[in-house]
């Protein structure tokens, strides 16, 4: 009787801290802003992307009505966060994609990283990362525009401040579509990125993969890659296999 007890009570902690498993309450789900195509805030305080298509459904399949998320910038106050690329105890992937090079669209002189050693580019610390091992602390200083978010970067390039963006490729596209025909990507992968859901129980990664595998299985992981990755489906046409060898 004493482990039944114990076993229930937590199992009661583990739904008090998502908001009673998903039957009740609100699901604080904490969401990239800054970061378009993933992440687009709406006029009225809504958002859409595909991050949010993803943290729908899953919220669906855990219990949630759309009217019991709410979204919030502050990843640390979040029972959930999508887009989570540093956390090996995520659950996911749900996407697995690269940083790209997006460029001033008649700016033929850069086709990839090696053309960037005495260029002003722009990106966060993270994803900026790989061209300063490349080329040095001094190129860092002198041609690196270290932003906190890829959004603060499109206005620069649009300008002519800078000659390129780095960020993961989704994200260039979102940045593209705010500038028609103003851009391109260069489709030189950098590095390799996992976007997972980062949970603050350990309890629930299962149903969320659960969740995720339900939503790669009946077409709308492919739907939401359509209609908010847009050119880049013909890069991601199937969805990548969950990584459950470590639970």
């Known amino acids: 009787m004493r482990r039944v007890a114990a076993l229930l009570a937590g199992l009661s902690l583990v739904c008090a801290s998502l908001t009673a498993c998903g039957k009740g309450g609100v699901l604080v789900v904490g969401v990239r802003v800054g970061y378009p195509g993933l992440v687009v805030r709406l006029p009225e305080n809504g958002y859409t992307g595909f991050d949010i298509a993803v943290a729908r459904y899953v919220a669906r399949e855990l219990g949630y009505s759309l009217g019991q998320i709410a979204y919030t910038g502050d990843l640390a106050g979040a029972d959930m966060v999508v887009g989570t690329t540093d956390a090996p105890d995520a659950a996911g992937p749900y996407l697995v994609t690269g940083s790209d090079l997006l460029v001033r669209a008649r700016d033929l002189s850069i086709a990839g990283p090696k053309d960037l050693r005495r260029r002003r580019v722009c990106g966060t610390v993270a994803?900026?990362?790989?061209l300063v091992r490349r080329f040095g602390p001094a190129w860092k200083a002198a041609f690196l525009a270290e932003a906190n978010v890829p959004a603060a970067c499109a206005p620069l390039l649009a300008k002519g401040t800078i000659d390129a963006i780095v960020a993961d490729a989704p994200v260039l596209v979102g940045l593209d579509a705010q500038y028609p025909g103003r851009f391109r990507l260069c489709g030189r992968s950098i590095a390799v990125h996992r976007y997972g859901i980062g949970v603050r129980t350990g309890g629930t990664r299962e149903e969320i993969d659960a969740a995720l595998r339900r939503?790669?299985?009946?077409?709308?992981?492919?739907?939401?890659v359509i209609r908010y990755l847009g050119v880049l489906a013909a890069r991601y046409t199937s969805p990548p296999?969950?990584?459950?060898s470590a639970r």
């Open 127 to 130: 994803d900026a990362a790989p």
């Open 215 to 224: 939503m790669f299985d009946d077409g709308s992981w492919n739907r939401a």
């Open 241 to 244: 296999p969950l990584d459950v």
